[in-house]
């Protein structure tokens, strides 16, 4: 369901004197990861932090319906390292949007729900923001994979699931979720209710997933084979790629297939005027996209 965009009047700190964002996905609860983003936020002084989904640790995904809560890494971990931030850099202190990502466990919404009223981030699943004349989205959920935590998952387009794959009627969730919408929602629809009518020609989507069939959703399965049948190498989201065709946003952001940007040597493409950008990675470093919205083509990519 869409949410009411927040009041223009926010008060949250920031520094507007910055251009710089800094992009990340798929950071899984690492702390050497969280570390090296925590640095480079007190060294560049970023305006804005996107944080793309799959933030908490590894283990809390396959425990998630008996184990230790994932609560514990951000309430013991990620809230006092948002604090010592906030005040160590002051007015500098950026505008963070963070969703979750199929790895993550949906019970730890509430988490994230707290940091935003402690003034530390905004999450942004299903919600959009609007400040300084753009607009910032949020969707987390991906098509169907193979894993049994289907929190973020939805069927595509249609009811279709993939050779290999795991319908959304199948696993489990840890939050409850109505019938009509486990056998019938799709992520086209959800894109369409979220996005209405707006003009999004200074939109930016925060995606867990990548568009189908670009250079930035290409995983590591060439030659696998299900039941005498290939896996498509292709495993975005066909509704991601047609939403980004018909609606042309200013930029959307990507991760969610860590080895993709390795295969292909892509990290961003162009899809019309849209630019589309993927921080996951499947090495040891920290993935980080630099940008200005102003100046979209000469955004760069480090690892750290």
């Given at each position: 369901m869409l949410k009411e965009p927040y009041s223009k009047e926010d008060t949250m700190s920031v520094n507007p004197s910055s251009s710089l964002n800094l992009f990340v996905s798929d950071l899984h609860g690492r702390i050497e990861r969280y570390e090296k983003l925590l640095r480079l936020i007190k060294a560049e002084k970023p305006r804005r932090v996107f944080v793309g989904g799959d933030i908490l640790p590894h283990a809390f995904s396959f425990l998630a319906r008996s184990g230790p809560s994932s609560q514990d890494f951000l309430t013991d971990y990620l809230r006092p390292k948002l604090l010592e931030l906030q005040n160590t850099v002051a007015a500098d202190y950026?505008?963070?949007?963070?969703?979750?990502?199929?790895?993550?466990?949906?019970?730890?919404?509430?988490?994230?729900?707290?940091l935003e009223r402690q003034g530390l981030l905004y999450y942004l699943h299903e919600r959009v923001i609007e400040k300084n004349g753009y607009s910032f989205f949020g969707y987390s959920c991906v098509?169907?994979?193979?894993?049994?935590?289907?929190?973020?998952?939805?069927?595509?387009?249609?009811?279709?699931?993939?050779?290999?794959?795991?319908s959304p009627e199948q696993g489990f969730r840890t939050v409850p979720v109505d019938s009509w919408t486990i056998r019938y929602g799709t992520i086209a629809d959800e894109l369409n209710a979220l996005a209405g009518n707006r003009d999004l020609s200074r939109a930016a989507f925060l995606f867990h997933s990548p568009p189908y069939d670009t250079g930035l959703d290409r995983a590591a399965l060439d030659g696998v084979m299900v039941d005498h049948a290939p896996l498509?190498?292709?495993?975005?989201?066909?509704?991601?790629?047609?939403?980004?065709?018909?609606?042309?946003?200013l930029l959307t952001m990507h991760g969610h297939i860590h080895e993709s940007t390795r295969l292909t040597g892509v990290w961003r493409e162009r899809m019309g005027r849209t630019w589309c950008f993927n921080a996951a990675h499947d090495g040891a470093e920290l993935?980080?996209?630099?940008?200005?919205?102003?100046?979209?083509?000469e955004a760069d990519r480090l690892l750290l």
């Open positions: 950026p505008e963070i949007y963070a969703i979750l990502g199929n790895d993550d466990p949906r019970r730890e919404e509430d988490g994230l729900l707290e098509p169907p994979t193979p894993f049994t935590l289907k929190d973020w998952e939805r069927y595509d387009v249609s009811r279709f699931v993939d050779v290999g794959v795991v498509d190498v292709h495993v975005g989201s066909l509704a991601v790629r047609r939403f980004i065709e018909a609606r042309q946003p993935c980080v996209v630099r940008f200005d919205l102003t100046h979209l083509d």
